[in-house]
């Protein structure tokens, strides 16, 4: 038994059991987040019917949730009769996985990893196998899973340099958790050798790709620009710019990129898409500041709502629509350094990307599109500035860059098929 281990069993047992009476007590006296805390406890009501195969599929938010989507149509697709149940850490996870419909799938909050929460839970669920998306590395789940002959798949598997460089400082911890792992079916290369560095036995680490790039396909709506630029009361000769998902010291540039090209062309549009939406307020002080007329997407939403050049999106969810209507897109995250966002999102609609310097987590979105010419990195606001300038003169220059970035998107669907191959292959199918 490994000592570290030992440690965190005691930590998280001591904090878990710390909290549970104050956690018990506000349930009780506001009557909100029952279902949450009971199955975060490892309760779950009689949900659970007798099965054939079970998968226990773990995603842990709304990103995740998609990603398990593409995975769970193609799990349905090779084994009919299995049975999945999806379980998620958030409440806004858990509602998006509740608008799944399927007969042979239930939906649950994940148990906290705290050793008795875990138990209760594998009692309850009763898997086949533990799949983890991304790269979630719980002690206690995978642990337990081991001890009861489950095996455990990380699919869809990624992990930045920046994760890397934390988990080294519990390095013989890690390395004891991964090397219980069976088997880790990575987005990259780049990110196989990220989680061998980290202690995982190199046998063990598929490279299958990313299946956002199969739940990209899905979001491809032929008719929802027409939509959206009768919601907003633009044509097709409006120029469209749109800032997706910025951050703090961001909206400053997008603003003056904007107005540079509002001297240069007639018809504007510029879109900001902040990556958390209670900033909202702080970038409607910049808009102020500026003297830009603007509208909250959610009043564009509305019927008969006032035409804006500016709109601020402050809702969850429609900026990947949105990016179906662009002329040139920015994804931020990037000029700043907060690791970039998926450049991939925009591409997929065939439009030019682009990103700064700062693209850690999101390197392998980066390289797919400069390998195919389909994405342009600026290093600062001036580039910034320079780079929209330079598209918005050229349109057809632009577009070509858009055609080659939605065919590097597509060239690299079919992931979710290879990660399902390797679960299926564990419960030894």
Known sequence: MNLLYVIYVCLSTLLSISLLPFIMICVLLTGRYKKLVFQRAGIYPKLFPPKKRRVWLHAVSVGEINVARSIMDVLYKTAPDIDIVLSTTTPKGFDLAQKINHPRLQCVYSPIDFIVSVRLAFHAIRPDILVLLETEIWPNWICISKALNVPVTIVNGRISQKSVTGFQKFTPLVRFILQKIDAFSMISKDNANRICQLGAIPQKVYVSGNAKFDLLKQTYIPGLPAQLRSRLNIDSKTFVFVAGSTRTGEEEMVIDTYKALCQKFPEVLCIIAPRHVERCPGIEKLFKESQLTYNRYSCCKIKGAKKTPVVLVDTIGDLAGLYSIANVVFCGGSLVPQGGQNVLEPAIWG?????????????????????????????????????????????????????????????????????????IQQMGF
């Open 351 to 423: 439009k030019p990307v682009l990103y700064g310097p700062h693209m850690d987590d999101f390197l392998w979105a980066k390289d797919a599109l400069e390998s195919a010419s389909g994405g342009i990195m600026v290093s600062n606001a001036q580039d910034l500035n320079n780079q929209v300038m330079e598209l918005a003169n050229h349109q057809e220059h632009a577009a070509i860059i858009g055609h080659q970035a939605r065919k590097a998107v597509l060239k690299l669907a079919g992931a979710a098929e290879k990660h399902v191959n390797i679960i």
